[in-house]
């Protein structure tokens, strides 16, 4: 898109265009077939509409979806959010059917009244609160908030006179202003990580020999125990196999994902006095939400594995 003064407009580019096409008639089949009676249910004390809009994702995510990609993708990191020429009326007639099935079942979910089903619009009705229901004095709507309490009262009769407007516009490419932080390459590197397995060959030969406890006959069992396991450390089903796979793929991986939030705290701490500083406070601030989140001992082992077309991904391994 290009800036012409007050106007955007359509400009040539070669980025990959995207076809919806495929993944828009998978929907419209799975709201047409029996699990879209799951996507709306009323609460049993008529107040609250419940969707569930996963299971209707889940079994879009199950059917095999054409890539939204066109033409060339080898290396493709970004694309174009312009059509392809000849689907806009197709784009937008998938759009209506989708609008017109999912309101058919919504009216389907809604409670009946005297044996007569409501409309969409009675029932907003009937749930809806009244503005004047959630007003509150500004002493009060004070009070809530230093309580740190959860309310939806709010005092709208007050009037804000002091507010601020500001004009949206598109910078031009031809900055004058430096940026907060300049491109760099942080590389972190751990040391002797393809001695480990000869470390700890080394460091179980050794307590094996200098283990009093041991008698020789034990002691040779032992070391046919050892040397069995090392000779074997490729098969998928050795311990050592097993080890060094948790040390790279786990233990190293660990360490270099604390580094480099370390890292990015470090930057902070020079910059945060600046305006834009905030944004890189609050990537570290999801990047720690994610490491806690992937890192939880108190969920089974599949609670992170999710499947998209078919494919499933471990989010443990992924992140």
Same mark, same amino acid.
């Given at each position: 898109m290009t800036n012409s003064g007050s106007n955007l407009r359509e400009d040539g580019n070669n980025l990959v265009k995207l076809n919806y096409s495929d993944i828009l008639n998978k929907i419209i089949e799975v709201l047409q077939s029996d699990k879209s009676e799951e996507l709306f249910q009323v609460s049993d004390d008529g107040k609250r509409l419940l969707m569930n809009v996963d299971e209707i994702a889940y079994q879009v995510a199950c059917l095999p979806i054409e890539s939204l990609f066109t033409g060339r993708t080898s290396g493709t990191k970004c694309a174009s959010i312009n059509f392809l020429k000849g689907l806009e009326t197709q784009f937008s007639e998938q759009l209506h059917t989708i609008q017109d099935r999912v309101k058919f079942l919504l009216e389907e979910a809604l409670p009946k009244q005297e044996n007569q089903t409501l409309?969409? /619009?009675?029932?907003? &009705?009937?749930?809806?609160?009244?503005?004047?229901?959630?007003?509150?004095?500004? =002493?009060?709507?004070?009070?809530?908030? #230093?309580?740190?309490?959860?309310?939806?009262?709010?005092?709208?009769?007050? /009037?804000?006179?002091?507010?601020?407007? =500001? $004009?949206?516009?598109?910078?031009?490419? #031809?900055?004058?202003?430096?940026?907060?932080? $300049?491109?760099?390459?942080?590389?972190?590197?751990?040391?002797?990580?393809?001695?480990?397995?000869?470390?700890?060959? &080394?460091?179980? /030969?050794?307590?094996?020999? #200098?283990?009093? $406890?041991? &008698?020789?006959?034990? $002691?040779?069992?032992? /070391?046919?125990i050892l040397d069995g396991l090392f000779e074997n450390q490729e098969q998928e089903g050795n311990h050592i196999f097993l080890l060094k796979k948790l040390m790279t793929e786990e233990a190293l991986g660990k360490l270099k994902k604390t580094a480099s939030i370390k890292y990015l705290e470090f930057l902070y701490k020079q910059v945060k006095h600046e305006e834009n500083a905030i944004y890189l406070k609050d990537l570290i601030r999801r990047l720690k939400i994610i490491e806690q989140y992937i890192n939880d001992e108190n969920k089974p082992d599949n609670y992170y594995k999710v499947y998209y077309q078919g494919v499933e991904v471990d989010y443990q391994e992924f992140f």
């Open positions: 409309s969409i /619009q009675e029932y907003i &009705n009937i749930i809806a609160t009244p503005l004047t229901n959630l007003k509150v004095t500004e =002493q009060k709507f004070s009070e809530t908030i #230093n309580k740190k309490e959860i309310s939806f009262n709010y005092p709208f009769e007050k /009037q804000y006179t002091n507010l601020q407007k =500001q $004009r949206l516009t598109l910078p031009k490419d #031809n900055l004058t202003t430096s940026p907060l932080l $300049r491109l760099h390459k942080l590389t972190i590197t751990i040391k002797k990580p393809t001695i480990f397995v000869t470390e700890l060959k &080394n460091s179980l /030969q050794n307590y094996i020999n #200098n283990e009093e $406890r041991f &008698n020789e006959d034990e $002691r040779e069992t032992l /070391q046919d």
